[in-house]
Each structure stands twice: as C-alpha cells, then as structure tokens.
C-alpha cells in the first residue's frame, strides 16, 4: 500500500491547511486511518485518527477543537482540516495505515501502523 499525503505549506499563524491521505486498494473498512506529526528533534506524535468500521475518532489534546478527520469513501481519501494553526503546529506530517481496527487506546501507538505515506511538511511562520 503506497500511501499519498499531500497538502503540505507555508501559512501564517491562525491560518488554515486541509491535508490528504489517497488510501489505494480494495481493503479500506477494516483499517484504521492516522495522521501523525514530526517536529525537528521531536519524537513522531499522533494527531489525529479514524477507524473506517465505524468513524470513531480520537484527537491528540493539541489538535482537538482545531483539527477535523474526515473521509470520503468513494475517493479513498482521509483528510485532515487543520484551522488556527499555529508555530508550534509546524512538522512533517504523516498518514499511516493500520490494517486493522484499532482500539481508541491503541490509535496513537506507531507500532501498530503497517504502512507509513512521505510526509508532508507544514510550515506555520509569518
């Protein structure tokens, strides 16, 4: 599975970015969907993710109430709307797939993700 993350820029602080993750092959009910980020000289961090089976979703404290998971099942796409962005938000952003559903507590553990996208860099700097 070759993910494709894209959306990635430059924005000034309280801007907005809307990234994308194209999930390709027939498989796509049972996984579960992650957005993770990377700072410079940063541990990777779970931001965002969706479990396709059901849409349950879970949010990292610093994204919850700025950042929205969705998914268009017709395209294969998850997205992630990022709003009020801001200094610290600045990182390479990554999608991953888990084949499987995962438990809310297990969403955020990168060892359960089978397939990892480029990454996408943001940049949020005036």
């Known amino acids: 599975v070759q993910l494709q993350a894209s959306g990635g820029g430059l924005v000034q602080p309280g801007g907005s970015l809307r990234l994308s993750c194209v999930v390709p092959?027939?498989?796509?009910?049972?996984?579960?969907i992650g957005w993770f980020r990377q700072a410079p000289g940063k541990e990777r961090e779970g931001v965002s993710c969706?479990?396709?089976?059901?849409?349950?979703?879970k949010y990292a404290d610093s994204a919850r109430g700025r950042f929205t998971i969705s998914r268009d099942n017709a395209k294969r796409t998850v997205y992630l709307q990022m709003n009020r962005l801001q200094p610290e938000d600045t990182a390479v952003y990554y999608c991953?797939?888990?084949?499987?559903?995962?438990?809310?507590?297990?969403?955020?553990?990168?060892?359960?993700?089978?397939?990892w996208g480029q990454g996408t860099l943001v940049t949020v700097s005036s």
């Open positions: 991953a797939v888990a084949t499987r559903s995962l438990i809310k507590s297990s969403m955020f553990a990168t060892q359960y993700y089978d397939y």
């Open positions: 092959g027939s498989t796509w009910h049972g996984y579960t």
């Open positions: 969706i479990r396709q089976s059901d849409g349950n979703t």
